[in-house]
């Protein structure tokens, strides 16, 4: 849903637009690849070049290596850019959009920021059933894919949202349900 409200409720994105995604390889950038993918956008994004094979095959048009170019000379005319980096990256992308273009973050230290610019482009996530069902229409015929980085139990929740834990390819899952013997 995070990425589905950033980049089609905040971003506004159309069919035919251009949308830079930071951070695409993590677990909100893997979905918002593959959703700005099937809703017909021209979609780049920022990754390693680890990633790189990786976000292509999710969807991605064209890839930059943050590490190796700096994607605001490469990318200027952006309809939208989802930031889910922050910092830096966050200031770097209002060079990259064109002058109607959009920028949507969650990286929360945005929220601290006292430049408009910044506080609107900012947002939290909106619990929402029926786009959640939409998502789950998509998954279960296929058009998106889960990416599971790592299962693990219920107890060790707030491990797995402990900020050092998130990094990498898509999403921790918590097993809220033992499966072995049932």
């Known amino acids: 849903m995070t990425a589905w409200q950033g980049l089609f409720d905040r971003g506004k994105l159309q069919p035919g637009q251009k949308v830079l995604i930071h951070g695409g390889a993590g677990g909100v950038g893997s979905f918002a690849i593959q959703l700005a993918a099937w809703k017909g956008a021209f979609v780049i994004t920022t990754v390693s070049e680890a990633d790189i094979s990786f976000v292509r095959?999710?969807?991605a048009r064209e890839v930059i290596d943050y590490r190796k170019v700096r994607f605001e000379e490469l990318?200027?005319?952006?309809?939208?850019?989802?930031?889910?980096?922050g910092g830096d990256?966050?200031?770097?992308?209002?060079?990259?959009?064109?002058?109607?273009?959009?920028?949507?973050?969650?990286a929360t230290s945005s929220e601290s920021e006292t430049d408009p610019k910044f506080k609107e482009a900012?947002?939290?996530?909106?619990?929402?059933?029926?786009?959640?069902?939409?998502?789950?229409?998509?998954?279960d015929t296929g058009v998106l894919r889960a990416v599971?980085?790592?299962?693990?139990?219920?107890?060790?929740?707030?491990?797995?949202?402990?900020?050092?834990?998130?990094?990498?390819?898509?999403?921790?899952v918590l097993q809220v349900v033992d499966s072995v013997g049932k």
């Open 75 to 85: 990318v200027t005319d952006a309809d939208l850019v989802l930031d889910l980096v």
């Open 89 to 106: 990256t966050l200031r770097a992308s209002f060079r990259a959009v064109k002058p109607a273009g959009r920028v949507i973050t969650l």
């Open 122 to 139: 900012f947002f939290i996530v909106a619990a929402n059933a029926n786009q959640l069902m939409e998502i789950t229409k998509l998954i």
């Open 57 to 59: 095959a999710l969807g």
């Open 148 to 172: 599971v980085r790592e299962v693990l139990p219920i107890d060790a929740a707030a491990q797995a949202y402990s900020p050092t834990k998130i990094k990498g390819r898509g999403k921790t």
